[in-house]
Structure formats: C-alpha cells, structure tokens
C-alpha cells in the first residue's frame, strides 16, 4: 500500500540532544516536505526537495538539517534540542500538480 | 502579508446543518486550490482539489473557487459528527505545483 511514514510519532527528549526524525514515502513521489505545525497555527514550511541530492530552507528559520540520498527517505535532524523545537512535525510528499499526501506527524517534546 | 488567510473559528454546529468554511489569498498567480481535513493527532488529508476557477463537487463537499475575489470556500451538507475536525485551506501555483501555502486551519465541530 502507497503511504508515507514518520518515526517516531511521540519522542520525549532532554535539551541538547541530537534527534533524527524519520519520514520515508513508497509512492515513488520525487518531491517532498516538512512542516511544523503548532496548535492553531499556519504550517510552517521548514526545508523541502525535489529530488535526490536536492534540499532547499523553507520559511521558517531552523537549525534543523536534512538530507535526500534516497528517493523515498527524506530524514530531519536537529543537532542540539532546545525546548523552542517543541511542536508538531510534520512530513509530506507529492506528485507532479497533485496535492500532498502527509505523515501522521511526530509530536516532539523538549524537556 | 500572508499568502493565505483563514478564520480559525473553533465552528460548532449540529448534526444536518449546512457548514461554510472560508478563505481569502493574496497573489493572484494562485492556480491550484485545496482543502485538507485533520483529525486530532493525525497528519492532514487531502480533501478537495480544484485547479484554476469553479466548483467542484464530491458527496456532501463542494468546493468554490472565486479567482476575481482571491476567495475560495468549502461547504459541507448535512454535516455529520464524523465531521468534526480541523480543515486546513491551501493554494499553491506553477505548472508542476510543488510547495503549498496553508491557512491556520478552523475547527469544526459538529455535535449529535
């Protein structure tokens, strides 16, 4: 079954750790997106890729990395947690003039 | 200016009643027009997908696009409490689409 996928869905962390947040898609979809997503807010664009070894910043000033070597996996990682990073992350793909398909989201948590 | 504007609510209604959901946008370049629905915990749905002006209609979900007011909308007929959840307005352009512009999203809820 076509989906895409994030791990984990809730993570619990102490500041300054690393993180990486997983999102992997089995659509075959070349362009892909993470968002953040406080409650009652507009997502937030934060890095996307159109392809393999293709990574542009979004919108929102992050000192989140990510990275595509693979088609279907498009990893986050935040080098050192701040309770600031708390929030929903959210992962998305899509097709050519299609609308996304989204993750169920990893809710992080900076203690 | 925001690309994409929305009227968080929260928007309580009963069962069977007719529900309008709003969106103004800013750029007129704006071709494509969705709506996504989100359940509590849960990443959002791609609901309606409307590409340039019109209306466009699925079940009880009609989406209207308004190009001249920068205005699209959703309606929901007889409105269900499986409903109930928050419903996020997006615009996006260009000729293979890629990135999407969100509104804050409006919380329905429609009770029994």
């Known amino acids: 079954e076509a989906d895409i996928y994030q791990t984990p869905r809730y993570l619990v962390i102490g500041t300054g750790k690393k993180i990486t947040l997983e999102c992997s898609q089995t659509m075959g979809h070349d362009k892909m997106y993470w968002y953040q997503q406080d409650p009652g807010m507009e997502l937030h664009l934060i890095h996307y890729?159109?392809?393999?070894?293709?990574?542009e910043k979004g919108d929102l000033s992050s000192e989140s990395t990510v990275s595509r070597i693979r088609t279907e996996h498009f990893p986050l990682t935040l080098e050192s947690a701040r309770p600031s990073h708390t929030s929903q992350y959210l992962c998305a793909s899509s097709d050519l003039g299609m609308g996304y398909t989204f993750g169920s989201g990893t809710r992080l948590t900076v203690v | 200016q925001k690309e994409v504007e929305q009227d968080p609510g929260p928007l309580s209604v009963p069962e069977g009643a007719i529900v309008s959901l709003n969106c103004t946008y800013s750029n007129s370049a704006f071709q494509y027009f969705m709506w996504y629905r989100q359940y509590s915990r849960k990443g959002p749905e791609l609901l309606m997908y409307?590409?340039?002006?019109g209306n466009k209609e699925d079940g009880r979900f009609t989406a209207q696009v308004d190009k001249s007011s920068k205005y699209i909308s959703l309606f929901i007929r007889d409105s269900q409490p499986s409903d109930s959840a928050t419903y996020l307005c997006a615009i996006g352009r260009g000729s293979t689409l890629g990135r999407l512009y969100f509104g804050r999203g409006t919380q329905l809820t429609v009770w029994p």
């Open positions: 890729s159109y392809g393999v070894n293709s990574t």
């Open positions: 409307t590409y340039s002006s």
